[in-house]
């Protein structure tokens, strides 16, 4: 079997260690025929998680319907309430109340398939960690003494999008985002490996030169090339993030402009992009179609606003930068991980350009390709020492969920704190 997804190179390399690796990206959480069809007893296995959502949350009442249809995973719950508190006083607290109960029967729910799924496996891995089925998993797996272990595939910041993984070890991607971790409690079982992801994409295109890159996009091989990797977050945000690329382009001279359409981007965003090259007076192409490690690997630099392409130029030495005019935190803190200061002005661009070139052969476990490598000795070693000292975790969950719809019922303030210690556990 051949895995496909965000967790696919980290799948499909263990499989040639053990014996097998379940992924249910596609299906329910832990879904009981799956395990009974791939599970044979008495053999143990190792599962994979990857990205388990709980359903979406939607509000009911009156005074919520703009809220109707968005879509809120359990570690933003708490964020939305706050934001909300003040506006609806009382009245929410009976709607939070009832999703509180919904929250604690689909935990019931989730907690027996995990039970059943942790009676058959040797470890669990959870791709990310963060979503509430995945803490339940680790929380049965934990009962039981299994190793576990949470994989960071994206950029984090500390802010009230990310929770502390409750897994054991976290595999983080550098030292930055291990501090990161720390911050947001997690000190202990965090190793900085690189990502298995990035290694994986990148690897057919580290051979690949930049005469040659260039080639295949139809680019001149003289001059500079900036590369824009666009995102769909609004015409009007994205040209605004745009322009301070252009305007340090223009100032610089000599300089290509590539931008890099999201395949997700429709023609309002190219149209936009067909404009802002008419407004300058330099050369910037706008591709769709282009593979974005080629387009790095082409460029001399990469800017972007906070798309995990700059994960992958930095992973291939390239300067990266988040460009963030805007003056509000980004949802991705690429800057605090390391991987690419933040500017929010053009005047930045070139300093910073020439600070990153003075860096550029820093030992980095992003840059080495050895990602899987790690990944795969450490959860063979945790393995091989079988089952750890078990943890009670349930109990003390369940008694949250009491606490916390005592404290609706009562219609105690605010909302946010209560909820957020459930997710935290």
Request: charged letters at 25%.
């Given at each position: 079997?051949?895995y496909?997804g965000?967790?696919?190179?980290?799948?499909?390399?263990?499989?040639?260690t053990?014996?097998?690796?379940?992924?249910n990206?596609?299906l329910?959480p832990?879904?009981p025929?799956f395990l009974k069809?791939?599970?044979?007893n008495?053999?143990k296995?190792?599962?994979l998680?990857?990205?388990?959502k709980?359903?979406?949350?939607?509000a009911s009442?009156?005074?919520?319907?703009?809220?109707?249809?968005?879509?809120?995973s359990?570690s933003?719950?708490?964020?939305?309430y706050?934001?909300?508190?003040?506006?609806?006083g009382?009245a929410?607290?009976d709607?939070a109340l009832r999703?509180?109960?919904?929250l604690?029967?689909?935990?019931r729910?989730i907690?027996?398939q995990a039970?059943?799924?942790?009676?058959c496996v040797d470890?669990?891995?959870?791709?990310?960690?963060?979503?509430?089925?995945s803490?339940i998993?680790?929380?049965?797996?934990?009962?039981?003494?299994?190793p576990?272990?949470?994989?960071q595939?994206?950029t984090?910041t500390?802010?009230?999008?990310?929770?502390?993984?409750a897994?054991?070890?976290?595999f983080a991607?550098?030292?930055?985002s291990?501090?990161?971790?720390a911050?947001?409690?997690?000190?202990?079982?965090?190793?900085p490996i690189?990502?298995f992801?990035?290694?994986h994409?990148?690897a057919?295109y580290?051979?690949?030169?930049?005469?040659?890159?260039?080639s295949c996009?139809?680019?001149?091989?003289?001059?500079?090339?900036?590369?824009?990797a666009s995102?769909?977050?609004?015409?009007?945000?994205?040209?605004?993030?745009?322009?301070?690329?252009c305007?340090a382009?223009?100032?610089?001279?000599?300089?290509?402009?590539?931008?890099?359409m999201?395949?997700?981007?429709?023609?309002?965003?190219?149209?936009?992009?067909?404009?802002?090259?008419?407004t300058y007076?330099?050369e910037?192409?706008?591709?769709?179609e282009?593979?974005s490690?080629?387009?790095?690997?082409?460029s001399?630099?990469?800017?972007?606003?906070?798309?995990?392409?700059?994960?992958?130029?930095?992973?291939?030495?390239?300067p990266?930068?988040?460009?963030?005019?805007?003056?509000?935190?980004?949802p991705?803190d690429l800057?605090?991980?390391?991987?690419?200061?933040?500017?929010?002005?053009?005047?930045?661009?070139?300093p910073t350009?020439?600070?990153?070139?003075?860096?550029?052969s820093?030992?980095?476990?992003l840059?080495?390709?050895?990602?899987?490598e790690?990944?795969?000795?450490?959860?063979?070693?945790?393995?091989?020492?079988?089952?750890?000292?078990?943890?009670?975790?349930?109990?003390?969950?369940?008694k949250?969920y009491?606490?916390?719809?005592?404290?609706?019922?009562?219609?105690?303030?605010?909302?946010?704190r209560?909820?957020r210690k459930l997710?935290?556990?």
């Amino acid at each position: 079997m051949q895995y496909v997804g965000v967790a696919a190179p980290l799948l499909n390399d263990l499989t040639r260690t053990f014996d097998l690796v379940i992924s249910n990206a596609s299906l329910g959480p832990f879904e009981p025929d799956f395990l009974k069809n791939y599970l044979p007893n008495p053999v143990k296995k190792l599962a994979l998680v990857d990205l388990v959502k709980v359903p979406t949350v939607k509000a009911s009442m009156a005074d919520l319907k703009r809220m109707r249809d968005v879509g809120r995973s359990a570690s933003r719950i708490a964020t939305g309430y706050e934001q909300m508190e003040d506006r609806f006083g009382p009245a929410l607290h009976d709607f939070a109340l009832r999703e509180c109960m919904r929250l604690e029967r689909l935990h019931r729910v989730i907690w027996r398939q995990a039970k059943r799924l942790v009676s058959c496996v040797d470890g669990v891995i959870v791709v990310p960690g963060r979503h509430l089925p995945s803490n339940i998993l680790v929380a049965a797996a934990h009962e039981v003494g299994l190793p576990t272990f949470d994989v960071q595939t994206g950029t984090i910041t500390r802010t009230r999008r990310f929770l502390a993984p409750a897994a054991k070890t976290v595999f983080a991607l550098n030292d930055e985002s291990a501090r990161m971790f720390a911050r947001l409690g997690k000190k202990d079982g965090v190793l900085p490996i690189g990502s298995f992801k990035v290694d994986h994409d990148m690897a057919p295109y580290r051979t690949l030169n930049k005469v040659e890159a260039r080639s295949c996009l139809g680019l001149s091989t003289d001059g500079d090339v900036w590369l824009f990797a666009s995102q769909p977050l609004g015409v009007k945000t994205i040209i605004t993030v745009a322009r301070v690329v252009c305007d340090a382009a223009l100032a610089r001279g000599g300089v290509t402009v590539l931008i890099k359409m999201h395949p997700n981007e429709t023609s309002p965003y190219r149209q936009a992009y067909d404009e802002l090259a008419r407004t300058y007076n330099i050369e910037i192409l706008v591709n769709q179609e282009a593979k974005s490690p080629i387009a790095i690997v082409a460029s001399d630099a990469v800017f972007t606003h906070f798309s995990s392409v700059a994960i992958e130029a930095h992973a291939m030495q390239k300067p990266a930068i988040a460009v963030n005019p805007f003056g509000k935190p980004l949802p991705f803190d690429l800057d605090s991980s390391g991987i690419a200061p933040e500017i929010s002005s053009p005047e930045e661009i070139v300093p910073t350009l020439k600070r990153l070139a003075a860096n550029e052969s820093a030992v980095d476990v992003l840059r080495d390709g050895r990602a899987l490598e790690r990944v795969r000795e450490i959860i063979a070693n945790q393995l091989r020492n079988g089952k750890q000292k078990p943890k009670e975790r349930q109990g003390s969950i369940m008694k949250c969920y009491s606490e916390l719809q005592l404290s609706y019922r009562r219609s105690l303030s605010p909302i946010a704190r209560p909820l957020r210690k459930l997710l935290d556990l």
